[in-house]
């Protein structure tokens, strides 16, 4: 190892030494950024939660200020109290984690060099804040739009007939031609396009019903969602907000609404209506998180039934509301012996180092530049196995609640084996299947009658880099559908059944009609396994042989 190499190595044992230090008698209390602020915006109004992040013997802040600490004070090499450029080059670099675009460290220099301070701006831009929410990506059937294929009367309602009906309507979209129709068929925009407007939404917001309140961070982002959700445009009515009596206190012009301005107030200084309290135990000592919770007594909110010490269920609002506490924090050490393993398969010409070329299969999203610590254009065990070491202590810096609202969809309601895929059976059978949902019995699906499900989940963020990605394989059924497996039956029903949905239809069946009309007993155009393992079982040889008399089914 050599001098810049062993610079870096013994220049994070101070940091190291502190973050996985002993436990000490009590621990530490928390910093101010370790009381965080969220806006639900629950069906009937806004609610307010105060959050508490409590990680050990130290906070979030501090185990980055030492991390950072520890990195300076080693990469100073002549001792100056500055890191000049020559000293810059061995800064770690990062991703920010979420896409975002994190600046180069001469952003935060000045006249040059890089002081503490700086330093730790740097380390702060790269990897994000201590604390966010994010909007976990909806699933594949929520994204299907079924109004336009199949809103007739063009009314902008979707009714029970037009659904029931709705067979014949989607026909167009079996692009594949095997009579089901996937997901992926019935998506209004190819996936790039589809990735492309989550990322976007995501970013400002849209659709989203937590909001971190972060001064000095914009909250329109919140009120517009607000006033798109409750349906108002001069305000909110001062009693909606929160779950305690005190938001007719910003009431300023005494209209019985909160405008925009005093919105913005409430939100920012009203009284916290949920208090929640997020305990990691120290990292090594193998205890679970903690998740307690302090409530007012409302009639907007019922708490749910205890499932764990890590889990808090409710209903807010009459809708059920879930959060999880998960610590992850491990499984970024757990990757430090992957990527170790993979490099020593890597290295096919045994010279103990990954060129570029080589590297490009470890499966990171770290780039060469940044593991290859000394600059030489040669990867080592020594510097993967100190740079990825580095970056899962970085796994204690940073921590994300990500919501996720999992309504019932209709393409859901629709597909009754739940494989993303609508089969001939499934579309013969939709009357009896989506009228229960039908909640007010109107005749027409509205909004109300699909049910949500909040989740909130918290957990740290793994350091970009560190999630171990082997070469993708073929992700069957993400979009596509899911093609079932054969389930038995007859040879000859298992290998008719090409597109695996559990029936043979006509177009399907290799043989005379009137042999396909005397194995579909209950004459509903399909042949199930049920009538397929009749048939065979009355006659074997004969059940699927042809008849010279009849006609054989159109291509």
Sequence with gaps: MNRTLDAWASGLLFAFALLNGPVLAQEAAPGPSDAQRVVLLAPA??????????????????????????LFKRLDADQSGKLEAAEQAYLPMFRRVGGGGAAAAQSFATE??????????????????????????????????????????????????????SAKALARY??????????????????????????????????????LVAPPSDLAPV????????????GIEAARCGLKEGAGGFDTNNDGRLDDNELRKWITDGAIDIELTAAWREVGRGLPPVLTTTIPKSPRLVPGRTVSRRQWEARVDDVPMQLN???????????????????????RDKNDYLDEAEFAGLGTNSPFTAVDLNHDGMVKTDEIREYFQTMS???????????????????????????NRLSPREMMTLRERVQPFDRNGNGQFDPGDFVSKYTLTMAFAMPEGMEFTPAAMPMTGTTGGVRRTRLGGPLWYQRMDRNRDGDISWREFLGPRARFDAVDTDHDGLISKDEAEAAHALSPEASAQPAADTETPAP
């Design 174 to 211: 079996d692009l594949d031609d095997d009579e089901s129709l996937s997901v992926a068929e019935l998506q209004p925009f190819p996936q790039s396009v589809r990735q492309a407007q989550r990322q976007q939404a995501a970013e400002e917001g849209r659709g989203s019903r937590v909001f």
């Design 112 to 165: 040059g060099v890089l002081t503490t301070e700086g330093l730790r701006k740097y380390i702060d831009d790269q990897l994000g804040p201590l604390f966010s929410v994010e909007m976990k990506a909806p699933r594949a059937d929520q994204t299907v739009r079924l109004l336009d294929a199949l809103d007739v009367n063009d009314d902008g309602v979707l009714s029970l007939e037009e659904v029931a009906e």
């Design 393 to 419: 202590q970085l796994s204690q810096t940073r921590v994300v609640m990500t919501f996720s609202d999992d309504v019932v969809s209709l393409f859901q309601v629709m597909d009754a084996d739940r494989t």
């Design 325 to 347: 506490l998960f610590d992850n924090r491990g499984f970024a050490g757990n990757s430090v012996s992957l990527f170790l393993t993979k490099a020593r398969t890597l290295d």
């Design 223 to 234: 009120l517009a969602e607000m006033k798109k959700l409750y349906a108002v445009a001069e």
């Design 45 to 70: 109004g806004p609610v307010l939660v105060g959050i508490r992040l409590e990680t050990g013997s130290h906070s979030i802040r501090q185990v980055r200020d030492a991390f950072c600490d520890g």
